[in-house]
């Protein structure tokens, strides 16, 4: 679905002063960053012809001055996105439903990922912004920008070299499915088991290779694999049609999706390759299609109650 919003004469005001904001950053920016180049490029001069100490005062005298309009403009730049995720991002999704409200400071804690059992690598990094909260007819949701990774150390001549890994990075969507789940149901995606093998179960998770569901759907199985602690609740759960449902908001996405069923609630991890809800900073705000990519995003995931159904109450919470 795509959604519609409007840019209220009052947000337009506020995009007017944040686009003078905007230059001046960017102005700042690039002298800052002039000063300090212009003067390692002098200071490398200075010291071929006319010795080192000269070099390092004539590079100092340009490179301190731009340290210091960069160290000055980053409160600025920071009040600057803020500003447009509170006061333009959150309009906007008020504009397209009253309920629709955005924390840029919360997201999905650790505890709760980590609990959600969508992926079994243990964290070592955790970062999660941009908390999106609404309720759709009957269903509430929310969802957030999660960025989990694990860390792998190398021995080398030089030292221990330290690699990071992505785990997810990308949006966690929660919606109440209104029932209290009695097991754990998780739908992985095929190939899971390959890409991060090494890594697969710590042992503290509550499904493993031993709990597989064979499913009665080619397509589903093509592309997931189902664990579950309770076999008959997970074939209650994975209708069908819900597999079919599935299958089409997987088609949807760029990357394979994996969902958890726990508690009450259902778990969705959608990998995705760029930070929704930013400010641009060296592209004007003046432009048509500035929040185009937000509100698709936001369209997906709205999307998703209608797609799976969520409003049909099959089930009675006890």
Same mark, same amino acid.
């Given at each position: ?12 005001? !506020? ?6 904001? =905007? ?35 004539? $590079? ?5 001055? $731009? ?21 333009? !991002? &959150? ?29 079994? %690598? ?32 190398? =021995? ?5 070299? %330290? ?19 009695? &097991? ?59 597999? *079919? =449902? ?5 088609? =949807?996405?760029?990357? %394979? ?49 209608? *797609? ?7 089930? %009675?919470?006890?």
């Amino acid at each position: 679905m795509a959604v519609n919003f409007v840019i209220s004469p009052a947000v337009q005001s !506020v995009l007017d002063e944040l686009e003078i904001q =905007r230059k001046k950053i960017v102005s700042t920016n690039y002298k800052g960053w002039g000063l300090i180049l212009g003067g390692i490029l002098l200071a490398f001069l200075v010291t071929n012809f006319g010795g080192l100490i000269a070099g390092l005062l004539v $590079g100092a005298a340009a490179v301190i001055p $731009g340290g210091v309009m960069l160290y000055k403009i980053s409160d600025d730049t920071a009040q600057y996105k803020s500003r447009f995720k509170r006061e333009v !991002v &959150g309009a906007a999704l008020s504009s397209v439903d009253q309920c629709l409200t955005l924390d840029p400071s919360n997201g999905i804690s650790e505890s709760e990922f980590t609990s959600s059992q969508l992926f079994t %690598t243990g964290i070592d990094r955790y970062h999660t912004e941009d908390l999106v909260c609404g309720k759709i007819d009957k269903t509430s949701f929310y969802f957030a920008e999660v960025h989990a990774e694990y860390k792998t150390e190398t =021995r080398t001549k030089n030292g221990t070299q %330290t690699t990071w890994h992505d785990i997810l990075k990308g949006i966690v969507f929660v919606a109440d499915f209104n029932k209290n789940f009695n &097991g754990v149901t998780v739908v992985r995606p095929k190939d899971f088991g390959s890409s991060i093998g090494a890594w697969f179960s710590k042992n503290i998770f509550s499904v493993g290779d031993k709990n597989v569901v064979e499913l009665e759907n080619d397509g589903f199985n093509k592309n997931f694999v189902t664990y579950s602690t309770d076999q008959v609740e997970a074939r209650y759960v994975l209708t069908p049609a819900m597999m *079919e =449902r599935i299958n089409d908001l997987n088609q =949807r996405s760029a990357y %394979t999706v994996s969902l958890s069923f726990i508690n009450s609630s259902m778990y969705i991890a959608f990998p995705l390759d760029k930070n929704y809800f930013e400010a641009p900073v060296y592209k004007t705000l003046l432009r048509p299609d500035l929040l185009d990519d937000d509100m698709s995003v936001l369209g997906f995931m709205y999307d998703i109650v209608h *797609e799976l159904d969520l409003n049909t109450r099959i089930w %009675t919470k006890q």
